[in-house]
């Protein structure tokens, strides 16, 4: 494992940024991945320096993939690299699965500081080591000055499925009940903040976290899970809408019910933004057994205790997501129609 | 699968071009997969929409990614799509793996054309059919104009090893000999030709081609097979010093016996360019056991008559690559220090 107190290994008064050639497959792209982002991500599968990683597995396999294009690349709360691996082990968890392999593909600007590369580097493999997985293959591109953005990230993950529930909108049947991780909105309202340029009393850091801890758990215990979907970009009204969507089924949720820190609303209201649309890098929708509900929940709430339910599934309207407001008025949630928060993940 | 007779199935006249919101979680973001690119992909595992693709699967597993920035997006024989698929199975194929499932992440810029996108999304699944594998799981993103240029793709991919070769660098031992599939450097030199708007007598086309039917075959006639590896950035030169640094032996090749077309000979020449450190996209180093060399060429050139024997590997000096020059003299092959093709796939 990387020396994390360790200087950047590639000597930055002689490369204080990233050059085409480092791209090239020639010796400054042998260099950056030997000397740089080999050692920092090491482990014997990425150690063979073969063109895949090669690994013996069994069983019911989940794989997926992001691009991360966040803007800024650090954030409270967070970064581009973290986020990289989080978004793609809380995608694999989503399908009920362990993570265990991920890859890492890097497209990064002319000109980026090796300092900024060497740093999201080391995020990242602080990120993963947490989450218990390991970058085993990966690839890095370098594009002229004006063609990119400082960088952007691809992460793809494999994970085992070792249960027997179907984890998926199609299992959503009407009665499930439907649970969050914990309170909405900070990703989403983090970013904007540093791109807006805002102070709030205290700083609102983002959600972002690995959330297979909190999902195996729901699944070792045997609660019957129906599906799972972490709330990200849309936030979680685009969530549900897609799962009503492709459940065929309403789901009715509760206003009141719905966790809103305080500062987040107060921040939400100043932009004009509405929380439920809000980007979230932490959180999760679960749709479970009625008869699990409480127990489902009393889980979620070792991990955050902001957990809650927030609804239930019904059958008289399918592809329909409607909220009961505190006052006790019903209206229809839709996805949203235009743009809100561009590059958030 | 997709009628590629139709037109863009998003309306042109509403959206002729990528928006930031197609990339935002909402609506229109939901469109774009749901009318173009999901149905262009379509199969039963990405069908199921859910986070991640789902399937059984047991054995050795080979997973890889690579990340396409080629420019320009459109050159004689192929494009990025096709460049992305098979880049990614061919990563697979180097393995010894079948290839089996890719992934497609997508960055796009605002302001791409539509059309274009929904070209090189018909490009994608017409690459993935003929290479016989799905694109099971992607993501979409979109980066504001500027900071982008067009599109990049990501794919990452997953494939199965089922033979006991153990095809890696370290597997390469003296008296092995080398082979390449056919002549090389005209990748590079057809991305050249489009961007120095270069003319040739007939237009020098891309080799970019799916490689797992050709090592597959090798693989099943019984071909002792130790390292295989395309020969993409760097070209063959920069492939050859990776393999033999990593597999601490001297690989000596014949200048004489490597294959390269007039044409592109010709062209190198004008540009000031080596063909031993243009990229491929089609043709592959492939290290085999001394006995089994003459059948392995004979395999190769059912697929391509220019595939040549070009070398064999010595334990003199670890981690060299030497040619002997056509008047027979000896010299050092080094990696590029510099800069020769940027951008190239």
Redesign the interface.
């Known amino acids: 494992m990387a020396d994390f107190t360790l200087t950047c290994p590639i000597p930055i008064a002689q490369y204080p940024q990233v050059?085409?050639?480092h791209?090239?497959?020639?010796?400054?792209?042998?260099n950056l991945i030997e000397k740089m982002i080999g050692p920092a991500f090491s482990n014997p599968l990425l150690d063979?320096?073969?063109?895949?990683?090669?690994?013996?597995?069994?069983?019911?396999?989940?794989?997926?993939?992001?691009?991360?294009?966040v803007?800024p690349l650090f954030f409270p709360g967070g970064d581009i690299g973290r986020l990289a691996v989080h978004g793609t082990v809380?995608?694999?968890a989503?399908?009920g699965?362990r993570p265990l392999?991920l890859?890492?593909?890097?497209?990064l600007e002319e000109g980026l500081p090796m300092a900024t590369l060497w740093q999201i580097v080391q995020s990242m493999r602080a990120a993963a080591d947490a989450a218990g997985v390991q970058i085993?293959?990966?690839?890095t591109?370098?594009?002229?000055r004006?063609?990119?953005?400082g960088l952007?990230i691809?992460t793809?993950?494999?994970?085992i499925?070792e249960h027997d529930h179907v984890i998926?909108?199609?299992s959503v049947r009407p009665g499930d009940v439907l649970l969050l991780n914990g309170d909405i909105g900070r990703h989403g309202i983090a970013i904007m903040a540093v791109r807006e340029g805002l102070e709030f009393e205290s700083a609102i850091e983002s959600d972002t976290a690995p959330l297979n801890g909190v999902v195996l758990k729901l699944l070792d215990a045997g609660v019957d899970v129906h599906c799972l979907?972490?709330c990200?970009?849309?936030?979680v009204a685009?969530t549900l809408v897609?799962i009503a969507e492709?459940a065929r089924a309403r789901i009715d949720i509760r206003e009141s019910a719905i966790p809103v820190r305080e500062d987040v609303r107060g921040a939400c209201e100043m932009l004009g933004l509405d929380p439920l649309?809000v980007?979230n890098e932490g959180r999760f929708a679960a749709f479970v057994a009625p008869e699990d509900a409480d127990r489902a929940l009393a889980i979620l709430r070792e991990f955050d205790d902001s957990a809650a339910i927030i609804g239930q599934v019904y059958d008289d309207v399918p592809g329909r997501v409607t909220m009961k407001s505190r006052i006790g008025a019903s209206r229809i949630v839709?996805?949203?129609?235009?743009?809100?928060?561009?590059?958030i993940?």
Chains 1, 2 share one sequence.
């Open positions: 050059l085409l050639a791209g090239s497959g020639g010796k400054l792209m042998h063979s320096r073969h063109d895949g990683a090669v690994f013996p597995l069994n069983g019911k396999l989940a794989f997926t993939t992001d691009s991360y294009v803007h809380n995608d694999l989503m399908c699965a392999y890859s890492a593909g890097f497209i085993v293959t990966g690839d591109k370098v594009v002229d004006g063609k990119g953005d952007f691809n793809a993950g494999i994970g499925i998926a909108p199609a979907r972490d990200t970009r849309g936030g685009s897609e492709a649309y980007a839709d996805m949203l129609s235009g743009e809100q928060l561009p590059r993940c």
